[in-house]
């Protein structure tokens, strides 16, 4: 069993290497099989469609931070509460988006994810997606 600390310390560096736009690095910290659900479409992804999403919003969104950072390990997982923020590319416009993310963790790995945010904050995201 993974220690709090080991969790912790993975947790930290999943987000560290969002907001930095290493999705290899996020995309490596879930086992083949990790399911990711989402709150605004109720649908289970793939790390892998995941990682492709997460492209998408760094190439559109600079200067990433999770910001407000509230990071609870326990044994078998964690919880973050956060504050995506960031800057759009196209047009310098601010962004942020309050979230809460719930994850199973076994050997180091992410095996579940569940995230939790208020879609209106999403369309700030996307707002120049397909220009």
């Known amino acids: 069993m993974d220690s709090e600390d080991d969790i912790r310390a993975m947790?930290?560096?999943?987000?560290d290497a969002i907001e930095a736009g290493d999705i290899g690095t996020m995309q490596s910290s879930f086992t083949p099989d990790a399911e990711i659900w989402h709150n605004t479409d109720e649908l289970i992804v793939t790390p892998a469609q995941t990682a492709q999403t997460l492209t998408g919003m760094v190439a559109r969104i600079k200067e990433r931070e999770?910001?407000?950072r509230r990071l609870?390990?326990?044994p078998g997982g964690f919880?973050?509460?956060?504050?995506?923020k960031g800057k759009r590319v196209h047009d310098d416009g601010d962004v942020?988006?309050?979230c809460a993310?719930?994850?199973k963790v076994e050997n180091g790995k992410i095996t579940r994810?569940?995230?939790y945010f208020d879609s209106?904050?999403?369309a700030e995201f996307r707002k120049f997606a397909d220009a």
């Open 11 to 15: 947790a930290t560096r999943f987000f």
């Open 66 to 68: 999770y910001a407000d």
């Open 72 to 74: 609870t390990a326990f």
């Open 79 to 84: 919880v973050q509460q956060h504050v995506l």
């Open 96 to 98: 942020r988006l309050p």
């Open 101 to 103: 993310i719930i994850c």
């Open 113 to 115: 994810l569940d995230e």
């Open 120 to 122: 209106a904050h999403v």
